[in-house]
């Protein structure tokens, strides 16, 4: 006993791990609420019936004044299915600079500032974590095209239901193209508190590096290379730390590395006696810098198999520099680098983390043809030959495979060589036209990002496609 709350060890434990591989503070709070006896004096949000009836949804207000609407919440966990939730860092504390001013981005709602996807396979006792980077340049649902970690200050300025979590969740749920069902936004200071209540944690530095720790009388530290033991507010200066040579790649891998240390560190049974005497802590401090739409049942069920998935079943994925572009944009009336996403790159990756066996897992091996046509992407077939009415025969002909050929029209110019132009990250049926068409020059095939395209994949039929095509006389 202690605080006049009585905990129990395997509950402490279960909730911790659930916050930290999946966003779900709240997990230890209630559950100690609603199952344990608990002084009236402690703060904290109200606490539900004793039958354990979650409340849906929970966390801090917005950062701009009343709860955004209400969103509608996914239906409950069934326990059996892969579930995936994006985690989300957020630092709403203000930025003073020399003469005292905030921040012009600090003004008004935060952007997310680390957006890492969560995914567990129950019953192949799997789990991945795949890290978006902050400057992908992508369509945020109803406000057009952006930085990623604008999703979140849109959904939060403009009170839409959910609010910055529910845009966020959406927007990355388009671009990775798998179902995300859950959110779980993360307060940094949450973060650094998490970290000192469950002790330092174990860190290999895989190559010096000098962080800022945020704070008073905080100065610079130099972590050489190797194991470093780090406290919260070194943790969280590692894992923001920005200016290596790989930037927001190598902050990415900091952060998935200082996840899996937290595992680490709360699945020692010689950390069980520490746990459990700063248990009050963890629901004091934490369990308000917490937003998820998980509910209480749905977090100790992940908890409860987050800690019987070893760690070699973990599976870790960065978007990285060979998956984007780099281009410059006005953004907010100033010149920025964004990181275009080229779709297919991204989705071997995602096919890597979300698969039981990578990228050459079953399905993946499968006919081309028939994972085109489950993709069920909308095809626009254009005549770029000297061949009178050969796009229309192209585009009957691919209906007849089963593929979605919405428009057929004539090109505006005449090509040699049969191009296909990707605009929405359908990576088999891409790979299915790259053999029909018999593609071989990398500049036959593009990617261009483009949300307002008519089709998600262009065909320009060549007079090569003329001279040689198995479509039948």
């Known amino acids: 006993m202690k605080n006049g709350i009585k905990f129990s060890l395997s509950t402490v434990i279960i909730g911790v791990l659930a916050l930290i591989l999946f966003g779900g503070a709240f997990a230890l709070s209630r559950y100690v609420t609603v199952t344990m006896r608990v002084l009236n004096g402690i703060p904290g949000i109200a606490i539900s019936s004793s039958d354990g009836t979650p409340t849906p949804q929970v966390g801090l207000p917005t950062d701009t004044g009343p709860e955004a609407p209400a969103v509608k919440l996914p239906p409950t966990w069934d326990g059996a299915s892969r579930v995936t939730i994006l985690l ?35 019953v192949a006792k799997t789990a991945g974590m795949m890290s978006v980077p902050r400057d992908l340049w992508v369509n945020i649902p109803n406000f057009g095209y952006a930085k990623i970690n ?10 839409i239901p959910g609010g910055g979590p529910e845009l966020a969740r959406r927007t990355v749920e388009q671009v990775i193209g798998v179902p995300v069902q859950y959110y779980a936004q993360v307060q940094f200071w949450s973060f650094t ?52 040579q790989n930037g927001d790649v190598d902050r990415s891998n900091r952060q998935q590395a200082v996840i899996l240390a937290a595992r680490n560190q709360v699945l020692d049974p010689a950390n069980f006696p520490t746990i459990l005497q700063n248990a009050p802590a963890i629901y004091n401090e934490i369990q308000s810098g917490v937003r998820t739409n998980l509910t209480f049942d749905d977090i100790m069920r992940l908890g409860m ?26 953004v907010d009336g100033q010149n920025e680098n964004v990181l275009k996403p080229i779709p297919d790159k991204i989705r071997e990756l995602r096919d890597q983390i979300f698969s039981t066996a990578g990228a050459l897992s079953p399905m993946a091996k499968g006919d081309l043809l028939a994972l085109a046509k489950q993709e069920g992407a909308t095809i626009a077939v254009y005549n770029g030959s000297s061949v009178q009415g050969l796009a229309q025969r192209t585009a009957d002909y691919l209906k007849s495979l089963g593929l979605n050929v919405v428009l057929v029209g004539s090109a505006n110019y005449l090509t040699p060589a049969t191009q296909i132009i990707n605009h929405r990250g359908t990576l088999y049926t891409l790979k299915y036209f790259k053999d029909l068409f018999s593609i071989g020059a990398g500049s036959q095939i593009s990617n261009k990002l483009d949300a307002t395209s008519k089709a998600d994949i262009d065909i320009v039929i060549g007079d090569d496609w003329a001279n040689r095509n198995p479509i039948p006389k």
């Open 88 to 122: 989300m860092g957020v630092d709403t504390q203000p930025v003073l600079d020399a003469q005292g001013n905030v921040s012009p981005d600090r003004i008004g709602p935060a952007r997310s500032d680390t957006m890492i996807l969560l995914t567990i396979d129950p």
């Open 150 to 159: 604008t999703a979140y200050f849109d959904g939060e300025a403009n009170k």
């Open 305 to 330: 198999l987050a800690k019987d998935i070893p760690l070699e079943n973990i599976k870790k994925g960065v978007i990285d520099f060979t998956m984007v572009q780099i281009d410059n944009m006005v």
């Open 193 to 244: 508190r998490l970290i000192e209540d469950i002790g330092k944690i174990t860190v290999d530095v895989p190559q010096k590096i000098i962080i800022d720790p945020i704070g008073p009388g905080s100065d610079k530290i130099m972590l050489s290379k190797g194991p470093h033991k780090l406290g919260g507010v070194e943790a969280l200066a590692y894992v923001r730390m920005r200016h290596t």
